[in-house]
C-alpha cells in the first residue's frame, strides 16, 4: 500500500533513535515465553520460537535474556502466565485498527487501552469489528537503491515465492509474501546481498482509508505509536495508508 513502506521506516528508524531497547526486549521475551509455552523450548522443532528468537538476536538481545523467557514459557522457571488477545477499534479519521495483545492482567490491559483510544481520537470496538478486514501476510522491507541490482533482487523475490512487491520507494522495497514462505524468500534476498530491515507476518489490509489530511495524520500517527509504547501491545496494524508527500510534512 501507498506510503506503507516510508511509514514502516520511519517508525523503525525513530525507534532505534529512542533507544527503546528495554521496552523492546520486554515485547521479544513475552513472545518468546508464549512460543516455548505453546510449541515447546527446541526451536528445531517449534517454528515460531525459532522465528522469534531470530528476531530478539537481531535486536541484540542478550542469550542470557532468550534462554530464561525459554526457561519460563516451558514451566522451568516461574513467571508471569501472559496469554495472547486480539483488541479491534477505529482510530481518528475512521480508519480501522488491529492490536495484537500479550498480557497478565487482562481487565488492566483492555482499561488502559480502552483510554488510550478515547484520549487520541479514536475508540475500542467490539470482537470482530474490523478483524475481517485485514489478512496475515509475511511483509520484508529491505533498503536498496535503484539499479541492476534492485531489479534482479525483486526476481529473486519473486521466484523465490513472494506474491506481491510494493516498489513505490526509491530506497525501500516492500515484498510480501504468503506466511509460509516467509522464511525461504527472506532467505533467498539475503543471498543477494540485500539489507533486511524488518521480515515478519503482519495482519495486511485488504482495502485502505487514504488519509490526506496532515492532522488527522498526525493523529493516527500518535494513536500508534503510543499503543506500540505500551508494554502489552505486541504489533499495531492499520489500513491508514499515508501518502508520501503528508508523511514528509510530518516527518
Known amino acids: 500500500m501507498a506510503g506503507h513502506s516510508k511509514w ?4 523503525h528508524r525513530k525507534a532505534k533513535a529512542d533507544d527503546k531497547r528495554g521496552r523492546i526486549f520486554t515485547k521479544l521475551g513475552r513472545e518468546i515465553i508464549i512460543a516455548a509455552r505453546q510449541g515447546g523450548g527446541d526451536p528445531d522443532s517449534n517454528p515460531r520460537l525459532k522465528a522469534v528468537i531470530a528476531k530478539a538476536k537481531e535486536a541484540n ?34 480508519v480501522a485498527m488491529l492490536l495484537n495483545i500479550a498480557t ?5 490491559t483492555a482499561s488502559e487501552i480502552r483510554y ?20 496475515p501476510m509475511g511483509v520484508i522491507l ?6 541492476e541490482a534492485r531489479e534482479e533482487l525483486i526476481l529473486q523475490a519473486i521466484e523465490a515465492g513472494a506474491d506481491d512487491v510494493e516498489d513505490s520507494d526509491a530506497d525501500t522495497l516492500e515484498i510480501r509474501t504468503a506466511p509460509e514462505n516467509l522464511e ?6 539475503k543471498e543477494q546481498g540485500a539489507i533486511i530491515t524488518s521480515a515478519e507476518v503482519e495482519m495486511v489490509p485488504q482495502t485502505e482509508i487514504t488519509v490526506e489530511e496532515p492532522e488527522i495524520a498526525a493523529k493516527v500517527m500518535r494513536l500508534v505509536e503510543l499503543l506500540e509504547d505500551h508494554d502489552d501491545v505486541q504489533a499495531v496494524y492499520t489500513n491508514a495508508d499515508i501518502p508520501e508527500e503528508v508523511l514528509n510534512q510530518l516527518a
Not at 514502516?8 to 517508525?11: E, F, L, M
Not at 542478550?62 to 501472559?82: F, K, S
Not at 529491505?142 to 539499479?147: Q, S
Open 184 to 189: 525461504s524468500v527472506k532467505n533467498a534476498i
Open 61 to 94: 538481545m542478550p542469550n542470557e535474556n532468550i534462554q530464561r523467557a525459554i526457561a519460563r514459557g516451558t514451566g522451568e522457571l516461574e513467571g508471569a502466565a501472559y496469554e495472547e488477545m486480539v483488541y479491534e477499534g477505529y482510530g481518528p479519521g475512521g
Open 8 to 11: 514502516a521506516n520511519i517508525k
Open 142 to 147: 529491505v533498503d536498496i537503491a535503484p539499479g
Open 104 to 108: 497478565d492482567n487482562r481487565n488492566r
Open 116 to 135: 488510550l483510544f478515547s484520549r487520541n481520537g479514536g475508540s475500542l470496538g467490539e470482537s470482530g469489528c474490523v478483524a475481517w478486514m485485514f489478512n
